[in-house]
């Protein structure tokens, strides 16, 4: 893995490459993986240049306190709700060790969570990125590890769906948002699998979760293909009706998320979920 420091519209990153494909993560903000692709290729991660996505989040953090999306890769913790919506603004540490690449924010002090980030390059395109949330406070805390990757319109996702046979029993579930018009163009769902497309030109959002085991998916962007790969704890407990693949579209952006399983977690343990990335 080589490395070397860049920029970006938020201020410094660290780019890191195997020699076949990149990333960047910000280092004023975040951490975000605010770009990533295949060598000598655009990066088809979404940029919020233009702040179209932001929230005032005063009430929960304090006075003329705004979350911004930024774009790109980055760590939240699920059920959705309000304080979710972490403003994290803060410049990021970073260590390297061998094909290892750490980023750790500041600790996230009203949620009483130390999030990290590590980036572990396995060659020929392939990367599994860490994520943690460290319990730093006194008593014992719920936590989801929420991993959503904001990627730009214009391309399409495609989740496999489960075939197995289970007799009487139910195999597969769909979760649906309030905001969705189900008979929106961009959402296809076949016997094996749930398809859908995102377009500047979208009208209103649009989202989707369902239980996966294993977790894949499979967005494609012009010649990009990019590929999240989850082991599954079977038994586990998921937010939005047990879902641990959400995927959202709107006008500007296209995610796709994994969810790690709901646990306890006591006072200094951490919580880690990992996504294994192969771009093509």
């Known amino acids: 893995m080589d490395y070397k420091i860049g920029s970006c519209f938020l201020g410094k990153t660290l780019e890191l490459t195997d020699g076949k494909i990149y990333l960047a993560v910000t280092l004023d903000v975040g951490p975000r993986i605010i ?5 000598g290729g655009e ?4 940029q919020d240049v233009d702040d179209n996505v932001n929230k005032d989040v005063s009430k929960e953090y304090g006075e003329g306190k705004w979350w911004h999306i930024y774009g790109g890769h980055r760590i939240w913790i699920s059920p959705e709700d309000e304080t979710t919506y972490y403003p994290d603004c803060n410049p990021v ?3 390297i060790d061998g094909n290892d690449a750490t980023f750790t924010p500041p600790v996230w002090a009203e949620r009483g969570v130390q999030p990290e980030l590590k980036l572990t390059f396995k060659g020929d395109g392939q990367v599994d990125v860490a994520m943690s949330l460290k319990n730093v ?11 959503l990757t904001v990627l730009k319109v214009g391309g399409t996702v495609v989740v496999p769906l489960s ?22 163009e961009r959402f296809s769902l076949e016997n094996d699998k749930i398809i859908l497309k995102s377009s500047k030109d979208a009208k209103g959002p649009f989202k989707v979760g369902s239980y996966l085991n294993p977790i894949h998916t499979e967005y494609s962007y012009g010649d990009t293909l990019f590929i999240k790969d989850v082991e599954v704890e079977e038994g586990s407990k998921y937010p939005d009706f047990c879902s641990n693949m959400e995927t959202y ?30 771009i093509k």
């Open 35 to 39: 770009a990533m692709g295949k060598v």
């Open 43 to 46: 990066s088809i991660m979404y």
């Open 93 to 95: 540490s970073y260590s």
């Open 137 to 147: 406070s006194a008593e014992q805390k719920t936590l989801c590890v929420w991993a």
């Open 163 to 184: 075939t197995k046979d289970t007799g009487y029993l139910a195999n597969r579930n769909l979760v649906i948002w309030h905001y969705n018009d189900i008979k929106d």
């Open 249 to 278: 579209t709107n006008q500007y952006i296209h995610e796709v998320e994994t969810l790690s399983p709901i646990k306890q977690v006591a006072p200094g343990e951490t919580l880690t979920h990992i996504e294994k990335w192969t």
